[in-house]
Structure formats: structure tokens, C-alpha cells
């Protein structure tokens, strides 16, 4: 399995979907990147990231389908929706 993540200054790029080699087969693969935001910076999730799930609790109490285009600042309770 491929999965490409890219670095550039401060922007994480995060590709919407992996690959598999001629070889393998499908076996329910899935990938898992876990992205650790300091207390007191903030973050914005590309409305491109739409068909990803994300897993993290937020204080604005926003589904999973509505997290996306959004800039959030980590905070001690949490992420939070950055106004």
C-alpha cells in the first residue's frame, strides 16, 4: 500500500485516498494518520479532506461531515472552531 503525505512549511498535505501495488489485493485496507496539534496553534482542515473521517473530539460539538473548510485552534478542552 501507498500512501503519500507531503511537508511544506507549516501546511501537512494529506492525500484523500492510498494505492495498492499490482500485487496485492483488497483486504478492507486502511490507513491511519494521527496529527498531534500543540495547545494554542490552530489548524485548517482543506474542504478537500471531506471524504476522510476524522476522529477527535471538538467543543463545538460539529459532525463529522462539517469539520472540513473550517480553521480550528487546539485548545486545553479540545479543538475548538477558530472565529
Do not use: C
Not at 496485492?24 to 490507513?31: D, G, I, K, P, T
Not at 500543540?38 to 489548524?43: D, I, R
Request: proline share 4%; aromatic share 10%.
Amino acid at each position: 500500500m501507498q500512501y503519500n503525505v507531503t511537508s511544506r512549511d507549516s501546511t501537512l498535505l494529506l492525500e484523500p485516498y492510498f494505492t495498492l501495488t499490482n500485487q496485492a489485493n483488497w483486504r478492507s485496507q486502511e490507513v491511519q494518520v494521527m496529527v498531534k496539534v500543540p495547545t494554542g496553534k490552530s489548524v485548517f482542515l482543506g474542504a478537500n479532506l471531506d471524504r476522510l473521517h476524522f476522529d477527535f473530539e471538538n467543543t463545538n460539538n460539529i459532525r463529522n461531515k462539517e469539520i472540513t473548510g473550517k480553521t480550528w485552534m487546539m485548545t486545553p478542552e479540545g479543538l475548538s472552531l477558530k472565529k
